[in-house]
């Protein structure tokens, strides 16, 4: 069994900063990629930012060069770091990660989500 455990969320004012972090337990022989996804009401979940097991990331357009996501492989934890956040950010945010388990399966795991909420 896996467990994905997220924290980090909460409520910022516009222009704010938060950090959500992701860390992966359980029965894993090894992490691949891991990611960020987000869902706002009344829309699809959609991919905020994911990184490789070697740290090469990739963005979603519309939070390019204000999210940073990196990994702490020792830990099995991912990091998103949320800067100049707009109202617009406001989702609940699921952490994703690709695991290769002890009995060899791959598997795509969900965490249970974290609400940002962004005022203006």
């Known amino acids: 069994q896996v467990q994905l455990v997220e924290s980090g969320g909460g409520l910022v004012q516009a222009g704010g900063s938060l950090r959500l972090s992701c860390a992966a337990s359980g029965s894993i022989f090894r992490l691949n990629a891991m990611g960020w996804y987000r869902q706002a009401p009344g829309k699809q979940r959609e991919l905020v930012a994911t990184i490789t097991s070697g740290g090469i990331t990739n963005y979603a357009d519309s939070v390019k060069g204000r999210f940073t996501l990196s990994r702490d492989n020792a830990k099995n934890t991912v990091y998103l770091q949320m800067n100049s956040l707009k109202p617009e950010d406001t989702a609940v945010y699921y952490c994703?990660?690709?695991?290769?388990?002890?009995?060899?399966?791959?598997?795509?795991?969900w965490g249970q989500g974290t609400q940002v909420t962004v005022s203006s």
């Open positions: 994703n990660a690709n695991i290769v388990t002890q009995k060899m399966t791959v598997v795509g795991y």
